[in-house]
């Protein structure tokens, strides 16, 4: 029997049908200008834009994946998230979360904020 469902830091989501991610690049680094929000105004327009458009998970990246971007260390990659992520949970408490981090202490801070998945382009290297 095939497991359609995913449990991500007790939050189910149900993967018997199609998902859609909506990405949010705190970086002014990012390749793709529309999806960066560097501000709380810009964040909370896009992230209501999302939910109205019927996205199931929001993925945070504060450090740019571009080819030729500078990389972050772990904590410059918390100092952008850390505020992100409490201002996301006290205003959108039940929002799916995922946050785009190769950096194990980014990930394992995540859980402080109830973060429902890490997507690690790295694979977890």
């Not at 105004?41 to 199931?56: C, F, P, Q, T």
Request: hydrophobic residues 40%; aromatic residues 8%.
């Amino acid at each position: 029997m095939i497991n359609d469902t995913l449990n991500c830091n007790g939050k189910i989501l149900d993967l018997s049908q199609c998902r859609v991610m909506g990405i949010i690049n705190l970086s002014k680094d990012s390749f793709y200008s529309e999806s960066i929000a560097t501000d709380i105004d810009r964040l909370h327009a896009k992230v209501d834009k999302m939910i109205s458009e019927g996205v199931d998970l929001v993925d945070l990246g504060a450090a740019s994946s571009r080819p030729g971007s500078t990389p972050l260390s772990a904590e410059e990659e918390w100092t952008i998230l850390e505020p992100v992520l409490n201002n996301l949970r006290n205003k959108y408490p039940e929002l799916f979360i995922s946050v785009d981090t190769y950096h194990g202490l980014v990930a394992d801070r995540c859980y402080d904020f109830k973060v429902n998945m890490i997507n690690d382009i790295s694979g977890f290297q």
